[in-house]
């Protein structure tokens, strides 16, 4: 089937967007590099503390106005920007597969993912309306205003690109506020074109920021006195010990999406053939590269003939998985985003078969369509009699690795879940509502599915995680967002 | 080589439809008694294309099984375009239009029916195009019978 063809063509060199211009920063470039072909296709700049404290200083003048300015006007901007991010669905989305890697489909999915954020924010003058009671006491009214409360900062993590800032920034201008975006390094090009985007809809110079850059523009926005919140997707380590520590001291209001390691059970009474498809797309989708991709595999029951007949059949479908170009339609599995998390990944399946673990499907040679370079590709790979207290089993990998594990019945398999520090994702697969509704009242986990692989919240629900998968108290997305960049401004009122 | 992901099975779609399109119009040209009813395909294949994109676009996300949600054998639909050399061409002609749709219809039918729990929406987008194709094959076949038994009067005369 067809290769699509690739929007970046040439070596573009990001700028960072301050104020409405588009500024060349001072700080060292470093390569964007496609993990498919292993060509430069951008350099971004390691942006300067000063170029951030310059992007917060044009939020902040930005701020007064903007904020002036009525929600039904706010969102008509938002409404021209959703009409833009339509127009140019196909090329963002080949752009992030471009510089992440993940399949066509997965770029599409998440280009529509982002957008449904857009949707979502245009609803602002219904969204951010107060509430009021007459007669509190006996001529005395009171009410409520959500006010917005300056500048935030929104901090990107690799894996999406393109849907992750989304979660939060659309909400974050939407309820007034004026933003400065951080996207991962790595992967800088699908919020460069979001920005020009931004900018084409004609959102006033200020109200949206970019500065690309690495930890150091992550420090600096932490301590920045003229931020009020932040939030961030990427690991637990650096959520918890970093950002909401930081954000802590600094007096932050912050949003801390974090690591995982989901457990998906498997109940013998499950629809088998439907089950494994979406394993499939739950483990091995993205590369694995997701917070809320599955990791452990969880078979319930002692009946072995079930066990043995699921196992083959789950092998036998991930081992026909096309690994490639994810511009190649054909392909179901692009490669990780570059060698370094290829290489950690590969350490942890070689732990994993120290520690006990049977290998059922070696992902670490896989056959690549297209004759690519296999720097950055892996395989799936099926592991068997995991240990959940190993690192493979209980660490998060974030890699096509599926690690099956066995229990007696539901309770031990709820209990193995929640006994794991993370709590994002965890998913059950039976067509018993009882099993279901125990497993979800039980299960300690911030998003949960029923007979779904993939437990991602629509735009209008927030973005849960629970444990060491979230640090907190509101999440991104629909109206916790919009509580989490407002400010309640109460009114109480008597006339003499 | 099997198709198995949306974005594969939704240019093959695509392709179909595009492809019988201009069939079509070219057909409408050939046989001007009935220039409008092939026209009219041809137009609402495009119709037909515009709905596919609109819903694959609309319900494409990570949390849907883009990657497996097909097992299709596109040799299998490999629609025969040529136009044919005939006395009577347009019974040729109406016979190879309903070939066409008869195996536009199998296709959207095993496609919807494979994808029916994984991708949201789109097999009820491709059942919904199949029940519009079984329409013109009640068209197409009405239209035979009357051409066909128009060619037996003719051919009693002689």
């Known amino acids: 089937m067809a290769i699509l063809e690739e929007p970046i063509k040439e070596v573009k060199t990001v700028k960072n967007y301050i104020g409405g211009e588009w500024v060349e920063s001072k700080g060292d470039l470093v390569d964007v590099v496609n993990p498919a072909t292993c060509k430069t296709i951008a350099k971004v700049p390691i942006s300067t503390s000063e170029e951030l404290n310059k992007a917060v200083e044009a939020a902040k003048d930005a701020f007064p106005e903007w904020r002036k300015t009525p929600p039904p006007a706010r969102s008509r901007l938002l409404f021209r920007l959703k009409e833009l991010l339509e127009e140019n669905f196909e090329e963002v989305s080949r752009i992030q597969t471009q510089e992440h890697g993940k399949t066509i489909d997965e770029s599409r999915g998440e280009t529509r993912r982002g957008i449904e954020n857009v949707e979502v924010a245009c609803g602002i003058p219904t969204l951010m309306q107060g509430y009021y009671s007459e007669d509190v006491a006996s001529g005395i009214d009171e009410w409520v205003i959500p006010t917005p409360l300056g500048v935030f900062g929104i901090i990107g993590p690799f894996n999406f690109p393109w849907m992750i800032p989304l979660w939060s920034a659309p909400y974050a201008v939407a309820t007034g506020n004026c933003i400065v975006v951080k996207p991962s390094s790595e992967v800088p090009l699908s919020q460069d074109r979001l920005a020009e985007l931004v900018e084409e809809a004609g959102f006033p110079p200020g109200v949206w920021n970019v500065v690309h850059g690495g930890r150091s523009v992550v420090s600096a926005m932490l301590d920045h006195p003229e931020i009020e919140g932040i939030t961030f997707v990427g690991s637990t380590p650096t959520g918890r010990d970093v950002v909401y520590k930081r954000c802590g001291e600094t007096g932050k209001r912050v949003i801390a999406q974090c690591g995982a390691k989901n457990f998906m059970t498997i109940m013998p009474d499950c629809n088998v053939d439907r089950t494994i498809a979406s394993m499939m797309t739950s483990f091995f989708g993205n590369a694995g590269q997701r917070c809320l991709s599955a990791a452990n595999c969880v078979i319930v029951g002692e009946d072995a003939a079930f066990y043995n007949m699921f196992v083959e059949k789950v092998v036998a479908m991930a081992s026909k998985i ?78 096509p690795v599926m690690s099956i594990m066995r229990v007696r019945d539901l309770d031990e398999a709820i209990e193995i879940a929640n006994g794991n520090p993370f709590g994002n994702g965890h998913s059950i697969f039976t067509t018993s509502g009882k099993h279901a509704r125990h497993f979800q009242y039980s299960i300690e986990s911030g998003n949960v599915g029923i007979n779904i692989g993939i437990v991602a919240p629509m735009a209008f629900f927030p973005f849960s995680g629970m444990k060491d998968s979230f640090f907190g108290t509101l999440h991104t997305q629909g109206r916790e967002a919009i509580r989490f960049f407002t400010e309640s401004k109460v009114v109480i009122q008597r006339w003499f | 080589m099997r198709l198995h992901t949306a974005s594969e099975g939704i240019t093959l779609a695509k392709k179909l439809e595009n492809d019988s399109a201009k069939y079509y119009e070219e057909e409408a040209e050939r046989l001007p008694e009935v220039t409008e009813l092939f026209h009219a395909f041809a137009k609402e294949n495009k119709r037909n294309v515009t709905y596919i994109e609109r819903t694959y676009y609309g319900v494409i996300t990570d949390a849907i099984e883009a990657s497996y949600c097909f097992d299709l054998d596109p040799s299998g639909y490999l629609l025969d375009l040529q136009f044919p050399d005939s006395e009577d061409i347009r019974v040729t002609l109406i016979e190879k239009s309903l070939e066409i749709e008869k195996l536009i219809i199998t296709f959207y039918t095993e496609a919807a029916e494979q994808s029916e729990s994984l991708m949201a929406d789109i097999p009820r987008a491709f059942v919904l195009i199949a029940k519009k194709r079984r329409r013109r094959v009640c068209q197409l076949e009405g239209l035979l019978a009357e051409l066909q038994s128009c060619t037996y009067e003719l051919n009693s005369r002689c």
Not at chain 1, 333 to 352: C, F, N, S, W
Not at chain 1, 353 to 364: E, F, H, P, S, T
Not at chain 1, 368 to 393: H, R
């Open chain 1, 322 to 399: 096309r690994v490639g170009c994810g511009l190649d339609e054909s392909v179901q599995m692009g490669p990780l985003r570059d060698r370094t998390k290829k290489e950690r990944v590969m350490a942890y399946i070689e732990q994993g078969i120290k520690d006990g673990a049977k290998v059922l499907l070696d992902g670490r040679s896989p056959e690549i369509v297209g004759g690519y370079p296999e720097a950055c590709f892996l395989g799936a790979t099926i592991l068997k009699d995991v240990d959940p207290n190993s690192p493979v089993g209980s660490e998060e990998i974030f890699g």
